[in-house]
């Protein structure tokens, strides 16, 4: 699944592509079974009718999730209405690419790719696609009010743990108010926002930390050390365009290049590329989790 640096490299390179652009036309496939997978929220006809001539004011990353907030529509009602339309002032789609979802912007004369399930014609004659293979990918538009009520949006998403916005000070308190394995907490999506399976595991290496410490006992140059490494994982991803491990691939529908630096994720009976010790794989909060039994404490 794409986390936070994939997204964000996603939503850099879109941004100059759409801001500004209206959506002129817009399809969705027409497998009924695809459609409700697809479109979360509202029905898939309604989605299609409410993005329909409106303008993406900009490109942004909440987590994992892309949102484009939109301009009002002309005449727009604000409304909450369960059998109405809403194009209220702070409408966005916004778009979770799921395990193996890509949106990128096409040449219209460009032939779909296979699992293409959603098309838009945008006002610059370029064409935005949303392909998925796995289709675990959602699509939704609405307002932020709109879209918790409905539950098709995370009600709680904790703070963004890059760029600055995420002090060491809040950090120590949002994980000294936790009693569970630092992976799990790494993972819950309410506690940081964006971090998931591989970065939870390089960050814990690089904070020398076993991820199946518990949050509550960790030391304060531990948890400044994962405060840390938290950091440096994510930034450096982003600046390396994201971790193609599966089939993620950026904007342009190229791969990215951080997946040649991990120290730890999916190399599991590897030798640690530190002290030589072969990395151990065990499975942790759900998800298969690799470290370095010398190198973590």
Request: one cysteine or more.
């Amino acid at each position: 699944m794409p986390e936070l640096p994939e997204v964000e490299t996603i939503v850099n390179d879109l941004r100059p592509q759409l801001v500004g652009r209206r959506f002129e036309s817009l399809h969705l496939t027409r497998d009924p079974a695809i459609r409700a997978r697809l479109v979360r929220y509202p029905s898939a006809n309604t989605f299609i009718r409410r993005l329909r001539g409106r303008t993406i004011k900009a490109v942004e990353r909440r987590g994992k999730y892309i949102v484009m907030p939109l301009d009002p529509a002309a005449g727009g009602r604000h409304t909450l209405h369960a059998n109405r339309d809403v194009n209220g002032p702070d409408e966005r789609v916004i778009v979770h690419l799921g395990m193996t979802g890509h949106l990128r912007v096409w040449e219209p004369e460009e032939a779909p790719v296979k699992h293409t399930h959603f098309r838009a014609l945008l006002d610059s004659g370029l064409e935005l696609r949303y392909d998925d293979p796995r289709q675990f990918g959602r699509l939704l538009v609405g307002s932020m009010a709109e879209l918790i009520a409905a539950r098709a949006f995370p009600a709680r998403l904790g703070p963004e743990p890059i760029h600055g916005d995420l002090t060491e000070a809040e950090f120590e308190r949002l994980i000294r108010a936790r009693r569970r394995p630092v992976k799990s907490a790494l993972l819950d999506q309410s506690f940081l926002a964006g971090v998931g399976n591989i970065y939870a595991d390089e960050a814990c290496f690089r904070a020398g930390i076993r991820p199946s410490r518990w949050t509550h006992r960790l030391t304060v140059r531990e948890r400044r050390a994962l405060y840390e490494a938290i950091q440096h994982v994510l930034e450096n991803s982003i600046a390396a365009r994201g971790s193609s491990i599966i089939n993620y691939l950026d904007g342009f529908g190229l791969r990215g290049g951080n997946q040649e630096k991990l120290l730890v994720y999916g190399r599991s009976g590897e030798p640690c590329l530190r002290c030589g010790t072969p990395l151990l794989g065990t499975r942790l909060a759900g998800r298969g989790t690799v470290y370095c039994r010398k190198c973590q404490r």
